[in-house]
């Protein structure tokens, strides 16, 4: 079975800046897809950027991207000029490839940016 | 195009009795997957319908059970509910499976056990 870590449960940021968010997974599979998601209060599940474990290039997004180190086991979420908007609970999910649409997600970090 | 459309948004209900929540995806969408969001466990896989089959399954009791329509609408039920039963209980659907099928969810379903 896999299992998603995110070791930040709450994290600020002021309003332009950067943060990274952490997550950790352990699995045994070599093909397999990861994914942020973020919750805002209003409850809907977005998905902000997805990586897929066979390609080394880093997943980009607009002001969201990833360091994915696939042997490290490693999938931190970078948000560059952070907005108002961006505050929101975010999930880190794995998916196992070829193994249908079942999500294994993290803790969550709640992230707040600050004017 | 309507997102995933999840009613009702809220229900109340008392221990012993049974729930039956509805999701209608994307317009097109095969493949409706269902979570349960609790403060205490976090986001958990109950199941995953596609082409009105069950295709995968989460570590839940029997009491939780669902059913997709051709329609690709599908319902999730819950009988017998228990106060640890409280929860979020969010759908996500989208075009096909895997990993390269973005899946959308909707707004979830506020359960409440009293």
């Known amino acids: 079975a896999q299992t998603v870590t995110q070791s930040q449960p709450e994290m600020s940021v002021q309003e332009a800046e950067t943060v990274t968010l952490s997550c950790t997974y352990d699995t045994s599979e070599s093909n397999y897809y990861l994914f942020w998601y973020k919750q805002p209060p209003s409850r809907q599940m977005i998905l902000v950027i997805r990586q897929e474990a066979y390609k080394q290039q880093n997943a980009t997004e607009n002001r969201f991207s990833v360091n994915f180190q696939k042997a490290a086991k490693s999938f931190s979420l970078k948000i560059s000029d952070s907005q108002l908007g961006d505050t929101a609970m975010y999930f880190c999910?794995?998916?196992?490839?070829?193994?249908?649409?079942?999500?294994?997600f993290g803790g969550g970090t709640r992230l707040m940016v600050k004017p | 195009k309507a997102g995933v459309t999840q009613t009702p948004r809220y229900l109340i209900k008392t221990r012993g009795q049974q729930v039956t929540l509805s999701c209608s995806p994307i317009s097109g969408h095969r493949s409706v997957s269902w979570y349960q969001q609790t403060p205490g466990q976090g986001l958990q896989f109950l199941f995953e319908y596609f082409s009105e089959t069950q295709r995968n399954k989460g570590n839940f009791p029997g009491r939780f059970s669902g059913r997709q329509f051709s329609n690709s609408r599908s319902e999730m039920n819950v009988s017998t509910l228990e106060l640890g039963d409280s929860a979020l209980y969010l759908c996500?659907?989208?075009?096909?499976?895997?990993?390269?099928?973005?899946?959308?969810f909707g707004d979830g379903t506020r359960l409440s056990i009293l």
């Open positions: 996500a659907s989208s075009l096909g499976r895997g990993g390269n099928q973005p899946q959308h």
């Open positions: 999910a794995f998916m196992q490839n070829n193994a249908g649409n079942m999500l294994t």
